[in-house]
């Protein structure tokens, strides 16, 4: 069964008497264990559709199953708690928290789900050293680079242990140096199975995923299959 299978999804914003197709009539399956980018111009509806994918929001039509339920219906509530246990997002602009630590940041998914201090501490000290950030356990965002940060965010990422792993832009802000350092680490978690959408505007980027999906006005307009 795939992780992602989406079925003739649209959303629609009304912005006062206009009405706005984001999306339009996707279709899309992801299998378990792909890697995934997608492209596109500004306005293509790339971040709708991560929003969607990520349990974010909900499509106005249409079906989106995940792990094997259709949430497409689904209210607030439940949609949350999806979210919490079966999504993990790495955003450009990490999204830390400034007052907490390291360890204080990446247990934060844990907390919401219940999990116990002893347990989340010890599961948060594994990760880090995952995204190699084991000596720096203490240290703020404030202490870190921007790299730095972004290994934080992976880690929190996968705090709850994901079926899918979604990343908008997340070498965007980052040198050369350091982005190329967080590319070798999603690509790692890839050959460890999990799966991972994207999206990004560097072809570099693209060519290490296995699939790109080039969004144009709210739709699917190609799909390149990449030799990896």
Known sequence: ?????????????????????????????????????????????????????????TPTKGQYFLDG???????????????????????QSYNLI????????????MYYQGMSETLSKERAEELAEIVGLSDRLKHKPSELSGGQQQRVAIARALANDPVVLL??????????????????????????????????????????SERTIHLLDGRIDKEDNNKR
């Open 167 to 208: 990343a908008d832009e997340p070498t965007g802000n980052l040198d050369s140096k350091s982005g190329y350092e967080i590319l070798e680490i999603l690509n790692d978690l890839h050959e460890k199975g999990k799966t991972l959408i994207v999206i990004t505007h560097d072809d570099r980027i693209a060519k290490l």
């Open 98 to 109: 400034a007052q907490l630590n390291i360890i204080e940041n990446i247990e934060v998914p």
């Open 69 to 91: 339920q259709d949430i497409a219906t689904l209210e607030d509530d439940l949609l949350s708690k999806i979210r919490g246990k079966k999504t993990g997002f790495i955003f």
């Open 1 to 57: 069964m795939p992780i992602i299978s989406i079925k003739n999804m649209t959303k629609t914003f009304q912005i006062g008497d206009v009405r706005l197709d984001a999306l339009k009539n996707l279709d899309l399956t992801i299998n378990k264990g792909e890697y995934i980018t997608i492209m596109g111009p500004s306005g293509s509806g790339k971040s709708t559709m991560l929003n969607l994918l990520g349990c974010l929001d």
